[in-house]
């Protein structure tokens, strides 16, 4: 924000919050605020080397092989960062698919609008769906379309979260049909 779109530094958190808020990514805001390119965006908020935060997890590797379901990435960034997350945790071929916030024109989690156009895509129904996220409001979204919600995190009590993880490695303990 301050080198791209010359915004002063003490207004740059404010303001990323108040977008974030207002409509659900920075993005968002930046693209109707201030005309900003979402591609050079996303470009230069994901050029972040990886390797030295994230390193290979054999365990969330296992336990994604347990999981005998299609999985699928659904992120409000953008894939190459996904596809770079995935390599550094070393279970990128573990996923069929990675949509991103581009799947409906950038509008982001928790709106509807993504969610529906994934399931026409994959011609599947919310029903037939389990989400995994670690923001509650992502998850209310995929309830109120059917889909079993899995927390990674700490749940305050929110009736649409079906499981909570405090560890994303736990959900290979969990048996099948408990999903």
């Known amino acids: 924000?301050?080198?791209?779109?010359?915004?002063?530094?003490?207004?740059?958190?404010?303001?990323?919050?108040?977008?974030?808020?207002?409509?659900?990514v920075t993005l968002n805001g930046l693209m109707i605020n201030y005309n900003a390119d979402p591609e050079d965006y996303l470009e230069f908020v994901h050029d972040v080397e990886l390797n030295h935060i994230l390193k290979p997890n054999q365990?969330?590797?296992?336990?994604?092989?347990?999981?005998?379901?299609?999985?699928?990435?659904?992120t409000n960034g953008s894939t190459r960062h996904a596809e770079n997350v995935l390599s550094a945790l070393g279970i990128e071929d573990m996923f069929q698919?990675?949509?991103?916030?581009?799947?409906?024109?950038?509008?982001?989690?928790?709106?509807?609008?993504?969610?529906?156009?994934?399931?026409?895509i994959m011609n599947i129904h919310g029903q037939d769906c389990v989400m995994v996220d670690d923001i509650p409001e992502n998850l209310k979204t995929a309830k109120d379309l059917g889909m079993k919600t899995i927390l990674i995190g700490r749940?305050?009590?929110?009736e649409y979260i079906d499981y909570c993880l405090e560890k994303a490695c736990i959900i290979g303990e969990m048996a099948d049909s408990e999903i």
């Open 59 to 74: 365990r969330l590797r296992r336990a994604l092989q347990n999981i005998n379901s299609s999985k699928v990435i659904f």
């Open 97 to 120: 698919e990675i949509f991103d916030v581009r799947v409906a024109s950038f509008k982001p989690k928790p709106f509807p609008e993504p969610y529906l156009k994934i399931l026409d």
């Open 155 to 158: 749940d305050n009590g929110h």
């Open 1 to 24: 924000m301050r080198e791209k779109l010359n915004i002063p530094e003490d207004e740059v958190d404010s303001l990323r919050r108040s977008y974030w808020k207002i409509y659900g």
